[in-house]
Structure formats: C-alpha cells, structure tokens
C-alpha cells in the first residue's frame, strides 16, 4: 500500500528528434548492415511520451502525424515497452499515449526515439534502480535506439549503435525541413552508389565556430540516393543553402528531412516563415540543437 502511494501516476519524457550532422559510409558487414562514420544530435523538437499505471499494456497515438504510424504492437514504442516488461520481474501494464510531431519515415529518427523515450518513462513509473543498463535490450529495437536512449550528441560509429558523447556541444538554432515524402531507410541505403570512405579523427564540438569549420569537410553520403528516389531532396537543399544566415545545409539520416544550422536564430525564424509561406506543403520546424 505504501508503495503504491510513492508510485507516480504519470510519468512524461521527451523524444526529442536526432539529426545527423554528417554521415559516412565507411564498410559493409557480412550480414549487410551498413558501418557508419557520423556525429548525431538532438532537437528541443520532437514528439511526447506519457505513461500512465495500467493492468495491461497498450498505446494511445495523437499529434500532427498519428495517422502515419501504427496504433498497435507493430508501434516501435509498444515493442519497447513489452520488451522492457518482459525484461522484469513483475509483468506490470501502462498505458502509453504518445503524442507525435515528428514527420515519419523522415530521417530524424522518430520510431527509434518513442521507443527511448518509452524506455526512460516506464523505469521510471515502475521504479527500475536508475542504474539499470539497457544499452542491449535499446540495441535489440533497432540500431538507433541506444543513441536516443543516450539522448546527447555523440560521435557514433559501427551500425550507429557504438557511441562516444560529446562533452559539449553549441545549442546551434536549427531549422528542420521535410518535403513531404517519405523515405524508407532500406531503399535509400539499397540505391546508393559510392566507394567506403576512411573513418574521420575526432574533431572539438565545443564551439559553433570550430563546429561548422569541422563540418564543412564532411557530408551526408546518403544524399545522392535520397535525391534520386524523393528529387524535392535538392530543393529543399538549394532553398536551405540560399537562406540568409545559413552556414550548413544537409540532409539528416536516409532523408527527406533537410536541416539549416543558423548561428543567428531570428536567421532561422526569418527563414522558417519564407519557406512555410511560399512551400505551404512542406514541414518546417525551427528550434534548437540540444
Ligand atoms: P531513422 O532516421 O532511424 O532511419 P526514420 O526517422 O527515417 O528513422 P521513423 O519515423 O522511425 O523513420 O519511421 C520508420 C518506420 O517505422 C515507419 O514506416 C513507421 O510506420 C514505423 N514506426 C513504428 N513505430 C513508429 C513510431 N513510434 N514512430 C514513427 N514510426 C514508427
């Protein structure tokens, strides 16, 4: 009795949306999995996980973009929280409502980031010790899962599940710009073309300077693929780029989101209400790298 008095009736966690500031393919495993060279970080964006006590699990989706994902256990936030039940002694239930406002299917880890954010919200309502190591059962929902659960930027490396945080990193003004097509991350991987490249050095995060110095010497190698399946890919690029204020435009993750870095965030708003007034079909966010 005294238990249930101290449990919490709700617990709420972010799920902030992950970009990739850049990627490069360096390898290939034998089972396929692609080997990654990049650096990730997280938005003051993205989508809203509740959990609150319940005999069963189960999922509740609203927000801009409930229609695009499932409202059952094939849901990534679902699977997260019956494997994570699973993991444990109890067999307790919640009842998930996920609020979703990042566009899916869009590169900037949506599913992978419910699936976290789930994780972080259930140890909490079911009072798992704080020091529980879920970086296998993360690993075990998909690739991207454990750099979500980490939630800060990070240089990663194997299939982006090996992750070296970063001790700082500048809260750039960001704007996020998708066009409104879907991108499946197996097509995209599927049509690119290209040589591997070698892994870079480590490279300083602590500054904005230093950062999109280091910045300019990389890319996004998935872009030309993205391009050939979703061509608004380029457009969007060529508006980002063409923004006054912008010091870097690149595609995040398999596409088709495009993001600007803009040390001046009024740079940023101006740039966001251009392109909302004259692109009314794309989605346009501006915030913050976290
Ligand atoms: P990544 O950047 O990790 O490659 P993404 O952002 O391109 O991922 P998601 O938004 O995670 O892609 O969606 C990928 C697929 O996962 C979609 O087909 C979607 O239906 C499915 N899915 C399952 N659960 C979710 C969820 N909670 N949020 C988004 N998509 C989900």
């Known amino acids: 009795m005294a238990a249930d008095v101290r449990r919490p009736r709700t617990v709420r966690e972010a799920a902030p949306a992950k970009v990739n500031l850049f990627l490069h393919l360096v390898g290939r495993r034998p089972d396929g999995y692609h080997l990654l060279d990049g650096l990730v970080a997280f938005t003051a964006f993205g989508d809203r996980v509740e959990v609150t006590p319940a005999d069963d699990l189960s999922i509740a989706v609203d ?148 950062l999109l110095a280091a910045l300019a010497d990389t890319r996004n190698d998935l872009t030309d693929s993205a391009r050939v399946l979703a061509p608004s890919v380029g457009t969007v690029l060529e508006r980002l780029t063409a923004a006054p204020g912008c010091r870097l435009a690149r595609m995040s993750g398999s596409g088709a989101t495009c993001f600007g870095l803009f040390p001046d965030a009024g740079d940023a708003t101006r740039a966001a209400r251009r392109l909302r007034r004259e692109q009314p079909g794309w989605w346009v966010a501006a915030t913050r790298l976290r």
Do not use: Y
């Open 63 to 210: 927000g801009p973009f409930a229609a695009q994902v499932p409202a059952d256990g094939s849901n990534l936030a679902l699977k997260a929280a019956v494997a994570l039940r699973d993991l444990g002694p109890s067999g307790e239930g919640a009842h998930i409502r996920l609020e979703k406002r990042v566009p899916v299917a869009a590169g900037l880890g949506g599913g992978s980031g419910d699936a976290a954010a789930v994780l972080r919200a259930l140890t909490r309502l079911w009072r798992w010790p704080r020091d529980h190591d879920l970086h296998d059962l993360a690993a075990s929902l998909g690739a991207d899962v454990p750099m979500c659960l980490a939630g800060m930027p990070a240089r990663i490396a194997g299939i982006g599940d090996r992750l070296s945080p970063c001790a700082s990193f500048p809260s750039l003004p960001i704007l996020l710009v998708n066009p409104g097509v879907p991108l499946g991350t197996p097509e995209v991987f599927r049509a690119r073309k290209g040589d591997w490249r070698p892994a870079l050095p480590a490279f300083a995060t602590d500054d904005a300077d230093g």
